[in-house]
C-alpha cells in the first residue's frame, strides 16, 4: 500500500462516493463491490468489474439476535421470508449481491459477487488481525497521511 499511495487521489469511506468518482470520471479504477457496480453498469456507466487472479477479499454478511430480544419469533420470521427461493431471488435482483442458497437459479449465479464456493475468495483470519488492529489502523492513517 505505502508503494502504490502515490497514485492515490482519495481512500472512499463510503460506496457511493467510489460510484460518484467513476460516474464524475474523477477516477478510472477503484476497489468496490460488484453489486454496485451492476447498478453503474444498468445506468450507463461504461464500467467493468475484475476480480484479479490473485483473489480478493471477502466479506460477510451475518446476523446476530440478541439473547435476551423478546423479538426473536419475528427475527427468525423473516430469516425464514429472505431465504424462501423466491424471496431470496426477488432480494439478490433488487441489490444485485447474491443471496446464498443451495442449488441457486441463473439469477443468483449471475451476479458479480457469486462464487461456487466460499473457498473461491479470501477470508481475513481475524485470530491474527484483531491482536495487531490498532497498529494496523494507525499504519493506514501514517500512510494515507504522506
Known sequence: MAELHENVFTYWVAGDEWMRLLREEQAH???????????????????DYVILEEGCLTYATGFAIVDESDMKEEVYDLLNFIYERENAVSLSLGHNYPVQ????????TERFDYVESPDDVVWFNWEEILPIQDEIEGRFDQIKSL
Open 101 to 108: 442458497l443451495e442449488g441457486p437459479p441463473e439469477e443468483i
Open 29 to 47: 479504477l477503484v476497489e468496490g463491490w460488484g453489486g454496485r457496480t451492476e447498478t453503474l453498469m444498468e445506468d450507463g456507466n461504461p464500467v
